[in-house]
């Protein structure tokens, strides 16, 4: 998310902190304050559309980051560091997330930032990150490119920002398993093909396209519909006259469920399929015709049915979040322990206290993480991808998601 695609504002204490220069060097003698009991205080960055449209992806987010910061805290689990979390609106505006990043660049206690969702608001911000050594990691970013190279489609892969990583697949994987879906298990052969221009729905329909042309199937007819919009008619109509059979739509949930609903009132009673932008209940509920029959893939097996996510959901709501971890918190919860097990490896190789250069020293152990986490094994290949390829489709049944199949995507 994406393909894509995250709330208030944490007010971060560290008065006294251990002192950082520019680039993310550390003081080794310096100390907390006593609000953190005497010990050093590391932050992790958090960036996410906390408020507007996607916000329920959002909130879902930043909790789940900080529900592992106070897991770590809790257990003790890097002895001598006490996390926190910083939070940041990016409102799904890459603009925004760039001025997130050189925000928590700036905080010299961040050691690690999880987020954004949205890939097009992750180009924005790698640059940042890559020149302080501050590793990011995306629970929700699916476009290939960020980790692979914009030449990666002609098999040119090329990692661009050696602090990039991400818990979740790619769209490599996503678009071709749900062209496989609708194409091999759903039956459906003539697909309309709809997306928003945004690079994660771009990028997402076009891979989707590919393959479902390669199993056989046809596109008979592209579209594009622009974000915050809320007319889809003539989109609606072409679909209706193309004869198509189905409907695949690269974006959000917001676009998504009000296109859904539109080409139902056409009269054109075919599914509308997309990605993990449109698994959302309000894809549902932005419809005002039934949409049973909808599907959406999402990254990973359901949360809910996995026996590693089982003390992650008691935790969760035992810590009385207003807002559900939504469709990413298990890979934000295992992101920010992901950098959670980096600082342990780094203190750890440092004689129990951070080194000079924490932030890049923490960017290399990233590289070496490797955990059972809440959504499975966590670790990174060379490029900083997952190496967990699960994958699930979601159908709408009686006005809910319903995972209908998963499995572990191999080319």
Known sequence: ???????????????????????????????????????????????????????????????????????????????????????????????????????????????????????????SMQGVFEKADLAQVSPANTNPALSQGDNWAKGDIQRPFKTYFRTCATDVVQGKFAAQYLYNDAKKKKVYVVDDKQTYGAGLASIFSAEFKRLGGKVVGTDHVTVK????????????????????????????????????????????????????????????????????????????????????????????????????GGYSYDAGWAIIQAVKAVVADNDGKLPEDARAKVTEAMAKVSFDGVTGKVSFDENGDTTNKQLTVYEVQKGAWKDVKSATFED
Do not use: W
């Open 1 to 123: 998310m994406r393909h894509r695609s995250l709330l208030i504002l944490t007010a971060v204490l560290t008065t006294g902190a251990l002192t950082l220069t520019a680039c993310g060097s550390r003081d080794e003698g310096s100390k907390d304050s006593g609000d953190s009991g005497g010990k050093t205080t590391v932050v992790i960055g958090v960036d996410a559309p906390l408020t507007g449209s996607l916000s329920a992806l959002g909130q879902g987010i930043k909790n789940s980051v900080d529900l592992a910061a106070k897991t770590a805290n809790k257990n003790n689990e890097v002895p001598g560091i006490e996390f926190k979390i910083e939070a940041l609106d990016d409102q799904a505006v890459p603009a925004s997330g760039q001025a997130n990043a050189t925000k928590l660049v700036g905080n010299d206690d961040v050691l690690g930032a999880v987020g954004p969702l949205n890939s097009g608001v992750a180009q």
């Open 229 to 328: 919009e809320t007319d889809f008619s003539s989109t609606a109509d072409k679909v209706k006259s193309s004869g198509a059979d189905s409907v695949y739509y690269g974006g959000q949930y917001p676009e998504g469920g009000l296109l859904s609903d539109q080409i139902k009132k056409t009269g054109a009673k075919i599914p509308t399929m997309g990605g993990d932008g449109i698994y959302d209940p309000a894809f549902i509920s932005a419809s005002g015709e039934a949409n049973d029959g909808d599907y959406a893939t999402s990254i990973g097996y359901p949360v809910e049915a996995l026996p590693t996510a089982k003390k992650f959901i008691e935790d969760y709501k035992a810590a009385g979040y207003k807002d559900p971890y939504a469709a990413y």
